[in-house]
């Protein structure tokens, strides 16, 4: 139970501050959300650089062109990363967080080969096709078909919540390989490149009017048996090695940064007037914002210990339900505060007067999605309370 | 003392249910979206042909000589069906503006009686004929095309565009400290009655939603996560819905308690209300609730309206504070 | 939707608050909790005073002795009685909001004329027996057996929760008459006189440190056939008769009386100094305490609106749920912030200083009851999701 | 930096967690509870045979030399097993106030850093035989015969009796700013460990109760409605518990963040925890929750006293908000 930062995470935070403070002003700013070609240019220029300089895949082994960054320093990497304000992994995201750790876990040596140093040097985008207008917090439901024929297997379905698919070369995609099997025994873990024909892909606008998400509708595509990850109908248990990612430290630069956000907060309310004084006057409110303090250091604790416990195996443990379910419900409320202290101006989706609404909104409509991808807070109150409390499944 | 809704009562909300499901259906709404201001005069004659704005003008001035009571149902059903438009100001300004009873003036407003601030928010500026400015020593009215205005190039809520501004022209005085209160207490009340209907029909929607809504091999709206979730939407909107009629009530017939009192009180429970359901409603409907094309964010973003005009909770909670231990 | 008292409601306010005025301050402090003598003397004497003034009975049907009272006079009646601090009806309870209540609903003839005139005198003492230690959230899982013998039953089992039962003559009995029925099917609701052979008591004492509650023993206790309520093995049907009431306005006066606390909280706040300022200085407290008004106002105007919906049938409606869920959660939050108020001093539960400790600490520990007793609050969200938002019931 | 715990760590606790169970169950509580001040000399000289006291005196005085880090973990188990007595002042006077490493001389305390009040409640003061006052500048030592209190006939915590007291004699300086200072902060920082420990008892005791208990043909943990509560529970928990270990870990080394802020992070996250733990498990446990019988209310009323204890969350709070901003 020690805090200390050794020498060395030290120097190494000193060398990515120094990086930090030189490329993430050079960087830019980030494009519109709807500018796609801006924003894939933008994010994986942006992987490039981390990778030249010896940043890029913090926890990723040597051998796969990772860092293999201990314990500390990663988390060094991630509040460094958070104070630098640097880009969002952005179309990265599934190649960096999903794809590429299956791979190395799961993949052969050809589809390692194959993927894992094009994902880190930015040059592969890909997308998630894991689930479907009826699979969706019951994500084995999933009913997208896959039937062999010679070395292809044909899939034909319909998938949905599909990040950055405009955009990607290759697709992690969950199909069903054996009809008959029980629910989890028939599924299987594919890439899929995203330029085969039978892809049609149609955005699904989200409620903060950008068109992440997408639609993807499979015919008759035939993707190569080889291209299947890990043994057919075992495709379940990888899957659970994937999502188990999403709810590790895939955040962990976010959480950290919400620190930045609570502060910018008090700023903001420093500078608003409200009957002749200023919004910080307002006692109730100082309570809220530092007990709001007391919730974010305790969050990034979360992380100290969620990071640590992970460290041995790589994968986040079971506690990662714990930390999402806290950093969610917190978002949504420092952001709800937030948006009361902008008070009318907030009627406004564009900076007006100084005033951080563009970004303070977007992420209070954003915050809206953090209690229900990547496994709802329902969902995540499930895992705890069947998986460490011990609890029965639902029947 | 009777607090159930009179036969008449059940009636009038009912005729603006209908009204609100074949005008102002969220198809309709999607169409009005496109349009430039996020206005219709034709629908707006419509609702003024309703009775909405004369609603509680005398018959003799061609108004339907109802109360405060009984706009708070009508305004319920509008806040059901999230209507756009200065629709308060627009009843308000009934009698008092020439037209706005018939729709012919669309009336706009600014409630200054709340704390300054130095960013001036104008909701619908292009689309109204006169803007009226509630200030604590009276009422004035300004020419909308006489603000110098920024149009906001994405409000928030799709149908209340946004200008904003750093001063205002001087307006004509129209009415006196007695009526601007009075205004700001049934606009207080009305404004909550909007939101008790948010509360109401974002409940109504993800119950709808939980019921065909399958997962597991079973629909949604069976596991207790779900139940509970809405259960607790329910004792809200009861508690909005008990809270919006005492306020209507009670401004109609002051002697029955503390008007100050049930009006704050309206504002606080049905805006916690309709802030509680429109952000269960969007969890229940799940990713689909996180989508434009599923209505379920509209209504949370027209609370958030809602929430700053007449008196964010925060100011009336204080306000409320002040009258703990009065009589009610 | 009129909330104008009439002139005749008026003049009943009057007169009762008249009434109250004179007679409350003559009756005196309530004994000790466990001086069950005096308990007893005091609650009884106090009901036989408001049925010498007509004032008992409030919304009982003047054939039973009752005022038959308007809702609006109800609604008078609480808010004069809470006002008033009047008497909690105590001992009482089971008698007059239950007992009674399905006795004039179910009871015979000769039941009511043997009971109701007593109860509502105050020379009859009921107590409730419902729960069993296996059948609580689950009443109709209820065991306790009763099998005819001549021209009684047979009573064995074992009750639990009894309010009362040292002190009681009678008591309302649930018992399985047809072990083979469906769960529901084979209940019956029988008056059980306490001084039958068989019965054993034994107190439950309760976190409060008081014994209200207590165990009851039933061995080959035989209760004459005749003391049946309504059909043999239609008990459940009865039965739910009189649970409503408990979720309806029993607890009406209580609800009203929760504005005099909050009245009083800040009155304390003012009396307290921290750091050289009252503590009701704390901009925070307030408002909290008037948000706690906003709801304590709605929750009066829940209840007008409950009893007016409930007066045509007399029996409240689903709502009540709804209304009991409010008025649970509210009186613990604001008794939760009263303890914040009385900060240390909250460490003695006897009044010191003028602080109003033993009152605030009673009712803060008994609110935590609240949310448990008379329907969990889980059962009643069930409730509310089945019966009145239509989704199905728990499998 | 590993923020897990060492394996000496782990023995630590498990130790401590042994000695609770075997010296400090419930059903020794409930002996203990007849006694005159819920006291015991015999338990509490066991108590500092274990090392508790001395735990962070250097060995050539008798101590054990470990940190407040290890402090930390054993006041956690200590608050598991709600263990009675001045254990935090005892523990803080180790070394400054002789025999109080050994159990000799059981040492009590006031912090008198917080909010002044009228009214003076001293926590076990006939079992004790040194009052310390913490006070912004200094403790001072009072003989705590020598003070003019009235007992508390009946306690919110039957464990923790209390006197209450108008005014306290002159007491004997003994410690500088410094030192009052840092007793402060290590004593905030083991009320907190002792909160995290009932957040973790009253989740165990209602998990092992939900399933056991059946309603409706099944246990009730297969509902759920307990599930999601007791989830939310363990939530809290995880969270109490990295902010307390946090505020150990930087006690003993300030170099690694900000002390007061870790500090009050710990009482405020591990007081709510501790609060809605207890809450929850008298819930989950239903109507024997709510008995005597059953130890749940122990808890509660326990994290009453803690509350009131080295600040309350309000107090934390507001402290946290000047510290917004600053450097972790």
Redesign the interface.
């Known amino acids: 139970m020690d805090l200390r930062y050794s020498k060395s995470d030290e120097e190494f935070r000193v060398e990515l501050r120094g990086w930090l403070e030189q490329e993430v002003p050079k960087h830019g700013v980030s494009p519109d959300q709807n500018d796609w070609e801006g924003r894939v240019e933008y994010d994986t220029s942006w992987q490039r650089k981390l990778f030249d300089a010896g940043f890029a895949g913090i926890n990723w082994p040597k051998e796969f062109g990772g860092r293999e960054a201990s314990v500390s320093e990663q988390l060094v990497y991630y509040e460094e990363y958070a104070r630098a304000r640097a880009p969002y992994v952005g179309v990265n995201f599934v190649g960096l967080l999903h794809g590429g750790p299956t791979l190395m876990v799961e993949g052969s040596d050809e589809q390692r080969a194959a993927h894992i140093p094009k994902i880190i040097r930015g040059e592969e985008v890909w997308c998630q096709g894991f689930?479907e207008p009826?699979?969706?917090?019951?994500l084995a439901?999933l009913k997208t078909r896959a039937e062999r024929d010679g070395d292809d297997y044909v899939v034909n379905g319909h998938k949905?919540?599909t990040s950055y698919a405009q955009v990607s070369q290759f697709c992690e995609l969950l199909v069903r390989t054996d009809p008959d099997a029980k629910k989890h025994g028939g599924i299987s873990w594919l890439v899929m490149p995203m330029d085969l024909p039978g892809i049609e892909i149609r955005p699904?606008?989200?409620?903060q009017?950008d068109s992440d998400?997408s639609e993807v509708f499979l015919e008759d595509v035939r993707v190569p048996i080889a291209n299947r990850v890990g043994k057919e109908n075992d495709g379940w248990r990888v899957t659970n090695v994937t999502l188990r990612f999403e709810r590790g430290t895939a955040f962990a630069s976010e959480m950290y940064r919400l620190q930045e956000r609570l502060a910018q907060l008090k700023q903001v309310a420093k500078s608003?007037?409200?009957?002749?004084a200023s919004a910080w006057e307002?006692k109730?409110l100082r309570r809220e914002v530092g007990h709001f303090q007391a919730e974010l250091d305790s969050l990034w604790s979360m992380v100290k210990l969620s990071v640590a416990q992970s460290g041995e195996t790589g994968v986040p443990g079971l506690g990662a339900s714990a930390v999402k379910l806290y950093y969610t419900e917190l978002t949504?409320k420092v952001l709800e505060v937030y948006?009361?202290v902008i008070?009318?101006?907030?009627?406004?989706?564009?900076t007006?007067?100084d005033?951080p609404n563009e970004e303070v909104?977007d992420k209070a409509?954003n915050s809206?999605?953090l209690?229900?991808?990547a496994g709802?807070?329902?969902i995540q109150?499930?895992i705890i309370s069947e998986r460490i409390l011990g609890f029965p499944k639902?029947r | 003392?009777?607090?159930?809704?009179?036969e008449d009562?059940e009636a009038l909300k009912q005729g603006i249910r209908s009204f609100c499901e074949g005008r102002i259906s969220i198809d309709q709404l999607r169409e009005l979206e496109s349009k430039p201001g996020a206005f219709d005069r034709a629908l707006w004659g419509e609702i003024a042909e309703m009775g909405i704005f004369g609603l509680r003008l005398p018959e003799d001035r061609g108004g339907v000589e109802l109360n405060v009571?009984d706009a708070v149902?009508v305004f319920e059903e509008l806040g059901r069906a999230i209507a756009p438009g200065p629709l308060i100001w627009t009843h308000l300004a009934a009698g008092l503006v020439e037209g706005a009873d018939l729709g012919d003036t669309v009336v706009g407003g600014l409630d200054m009686t709340g704390?300054?601030?130095?960013?001036i928010?104008l909701?619908h500026l292009e689309s109204i004929d006169t803007l009226l400015l509630l200030k604590p020593d009276g009422i004035e009215r300004i020419d909308p095309k006489a603000i110098d205005a920024?149009p906001?190039?994405?409000?928030?809520?799709p149908f209340?565009p946004?200008h904003?501004a750093k001063s205002l022209p001087a307006g004509e005085r129209i009415a006196d400290a007695e009526t601007a209160k009075e205004w700001r207490l049934v606009g207080t009340a009305l404004a909550s009655a909007q939101l008790l209907g948010i509360a109401e029909s974002t409940l109504e929607a993800a119950?709808d939603y939980?019921?065909k809504r399958?997962?597991?091999?079973r629909?949604?709206?069976?596991?207790?996560?779900?139940?509970?979730i809405?259960?607790?939407c329910?004792?809200r909107q009861?508690?909005?819905?008990?809270?919006a009629?005492?306020a209507?009530?009670?401004l109609d017939?002051p002697?029955?308690?503390n008007v100050e009192?049930?009006v704050?009180?309206?504002k606080?429970?049905a805006g916690d209300a309709a802030m509680k359901n429109a952000?269960a409603s969007?969890?229940v409907h799940?990713?689909m609730?996180?989508?434009?094309?599923v209505p379920?964010?509209y209504f949370?973003k027209r609370v958030?309206?809602l929430?700053?005009v007449f008196g964010?909770?925060?100011e009336?909670?204080?306000?409320?504070?002040?009258?703990?231990?009065a009589t009610?």
């Not at chain 1, 009826?134 to 019951?138: I, K, L, Q, R, V």
């Open positions: 689930s009826t699979a969706g917090s019951d439901a949905i919540w699904l606008p989200t409620l009017g998400f608003i007037t409200r009957w002749d307002d109730a949504q948006m009361r008070g009318r101006a907030a009627l406004a989706r564009v007006i007067d005033l909104l409509l809206l999605s209690s229900i991808a709802s807070s329902q109150r499930n639902d | 003392m009777d607090f159930r809704l009179s009562q009571a149902l704390p300054s601030t130095e960013l928010m909701e920024t906001v190039e994405i409000p928030l809520d209340t946004v904003h119950t939980a019921k399958e997962q597991f091999g629909i949604i709206g069976s596991f207790q996560a779900i139940k509970h809405l259960a607790d329910f004792v009861e508690a909005a819905r008990a809270a009629y005492a209507g009530a009670t017939y002697e029955v308690g009192r049930a704050s009180a309206a606080v429970v952000r969007i969890q799940g990713g609730g996180y989508t434009w094309e379920a964010h949370l958030w309206v929430e700053n964010t909770i925060d009336h909670s204080d306000q409320l504070a002040e009258l703990v231990g009610a």
